[in-house]
């Protein structure tokens, strides 16, 4: 589901297989956790190996948003597919954070 790495005042969360309801509440209180601890600048998502997202993911990104801004930091989204792209887009995340696609 994810593996978190740590890196100087970095946060990276990489994600795989299906973020949905159940997923994202996972995430969210290990990425939060980590939030706490660690205290990054910068925190991204890497979501070169997700499958599917919903409007949970949705709301996953948007909380880590508010989050990681609180702290005054940024948010950044890497390696996402098209389809998950245009989701993030259709709502809104585009004017929160840099995405990056997973073209190569």
């Known amino acids: 589901m994810l593996r978190l790495e740590n890196d100087n005042d970095r946060l990276t969360v990489f994600l795989y297989g299906e973020i949905d309801h159940h997923a994202a509440r996972t995430i969210r209180e ?27 993911g949705v709301g996953l990104i948007m909380g880590r948003y508010k989050l990681i801004r609180s702290m ?10 098209p389809q998950i792209i245009q989701i993030m887009r259709m709502a809104g995340l585009d ?4 995405i990056e696609d997973g073209e190569d």
């Open 72 to 81: 005054g930091g940024e948010i950044q989204i890497r390696g996402a597919k």
């Open 30 to 56: 290990e990425v939060d956790a980590n939030l706490q601890r660690s205290l990054p600048k910068r925190l991204i998502f890497n979501f070169r190996d997700v499958t599917f997202m919903d409007s949970s």
């Open 95 to 98: 004017k929160l954070a840099e």
